[in-house]
């Protein structure tokens, strides 16, 4: 085959589910749900079960699930977990399913699922997902899940690491605008990724939550080797 | 009052109307919409129409009125001028009033009329521009048509000068990541504007057409003070 294309979506508004029927999808949300998910794989965790309203995750907590469950930076009172990737420990969900209340989430799961597959992203995995992408044969979509439905900067600078692994292969090619823009936004942030990730709307909005204290840490390449993937419409290890 | 709010919108797909209800919007399409418009004006042009659809362009045709029509960057048969900013000169356009027909235009222009005005903006305008709304005392939001919805980088590149004149007098304030990102961006694009702008994906489609002779005219600071504004549907000098 020829080149692989390589695009950038910076948000479910934008994103074109014919477009990208048959290419890898990477949902890429750093603050906090895919840094979270990433880390909860790290601690053993045998399979995430994303739902999408606050009454589905009861029922399954009903069931002897652990949930995690959060509402605009707050913990719902029946749940077991926030967002926050510190809560995903390993004595907490090793050997465990667990469910994520995700509104956001869910609606993205679905609306790539004419991919052929959907995988997590995030600084945390991001040199097992590249070598992981370019060992498939697929056009890759980078899909930043944004703030309602708004561009962000933290997903679009993931997103432009993760291009800028690719692009150096060679073997994929991109005429697409939002890619170049995140491999320029990128070249921007990374020498000093934490310094420049402190201007973003998402961490002034933790921050006056005092939820900010996970960012550094989802700032941190390589934490681990998992590949967080979909399958029917459950959250498990890729190499399963 | 306080600091007004700058906010950077990057396709049709991400405008709130709700959101930008009191501010005024800036218009930005400089490959090649925007700047031919800023043309036009610059060159005694007394008032733009734009219409949708390409009966409705016929129709101003039949009553007389010189028509600028074009369809995935191919004139119209009936039409009198193309897109270029380069057809819209003074012997064509002084003293006139013509007709524009833009499915993407009149989108945007409907989509931003709770705005408080949709004035036109473009690098050919961009110092008048700036000095104008700097003169206002009001939110901006800086609209990027972008092209089928998507996100590109000309229209942000032009949002990220046009924001970088509003930021230095202070009087804005912005937490918004789009207009971070697009300040970001320009600050990469300036030192070599027609540089940067050589990769991106319009300027591939555009030469594709043998129509990308006017980039670097387009990219081109201040030709104009003009500062076209609609008013009841149409494009007028905004000192009128």
Redesign the interface.
């Known amino acids: 085959m020829g080149k692989r294309k390589l695009e950038t979506c910076?948000?479910p508004?934008?994103y074109e589910v014919d477009q990208h029927a048959g290419s890898i999808v990477v949902i890429i949300d750093i603050l906090r749900a895919t840094s979270a998910i990433c880390t909860a794989f790290e601690n053993g965790v045998v399979s995430i079960i994303p739902v999408a309203g606050v009454a589905e995750a009861k029922e399954y907590k009903s069931r002897g699930f652990p949930v995690a469950a959060e509402r605009d930076g707050f913990i719902l009172d029946f749940a077991d977990f926030g967002n926050s990737p510190f809560n995903f420990t390993r004595e907490k969900v090793e050997g465990k399913t667990i469910v994520y209340s995700t509104t956001n989430g869910t609606g993205i799961i679905n609306m790539a699922s004419s991919a052929y597959k959907i995988v997590v992203g995030s600084f945390l995995n991001i040199s097992a997902l590249a070598t992981w992408l370019i060992s498939q044969e697929k056009d890759t979509v980078l899909f930043c899940a944004g703030w309602k439905?708004?561009?962000?900067?933290e997903d679009?600078i993931c997103a432009g690491a993760i291009a800028e692994k690719l692009i150096a292969t060679s073997l994929y090619s991109t005429?697409?605008?939002?890619t170049?823009?995140a491999l320029?936004?990128w070249?921007?942030a990374k020498h000093d990724l934490n310094r420049y990730i402190d201007?973003?709307?998402?961490r002034?909005r933790l921050r006056d939550k005092g939820l900010d204290d996970c960012i550094d840490f989802c700032l941190t390449a390589d934490f681990t080797d998992k590949i967080p993937v979909i399958k029917n419409g459950v959250l498990v290890d890729n190499i399963l």
């Not at 439905?149 to 900067?153: G, I, M, P, T």
């Not at 005429?175 to 939002?178: A, L, N, Q």
């Open positions: 910076f948000s508004a934008l439905n708004r561009f962000n900067l679009t005429i697409c605008d939002s170049l823009a320029d936004l070249s921007l201007k973003v709307a998402q002034t």
